[in-house]
């Protein structure tokens, strides 16, 4: 996994995926990645990095702690 620090979109799908999410999947403006019950809101893809404070958000809202962010 990436360390925690801006991401690109494209290492945060892939590493959700590592995770056990399937997707992404498009649903209304933004996607979605599924794992269980859970359903994520992915941000699109745009030019710049996602940041630390959203990156924080993703992974608190899918129960990934920063240590198993980065040990994964």
């Known amino acids: 996994m990436p360390a925690f620090g801006p991401v690109k979109h494209r290492e945060?799908?892939?590493?959700?995926?590592?995770l056990g999410f399937a997707?992404?999947?498009?649903?209304?403006k933004h996607l979605h990645m599924k794992k269980g019950n859970l359903t994520l809101?992915?941000?699109n893809p745009h030019k710049g990095d996602i940041s630390v404070s959203l990156?924080?958000?993703?992974?608190k809202q899918a129960g990934i702690s920063r240590d198993e962010w980065e040990k994964s």
């Open 12 to 18: 945060l799908v892939r590493s959700l995926q590592q």
């Open 23 to 28: 997707g992404p999947f498009s649903r209304g």
């Open 41 to 43: 809101t992915i941000p």
């Open 55 to 59: 990156l924080s958000k993703i992974l």
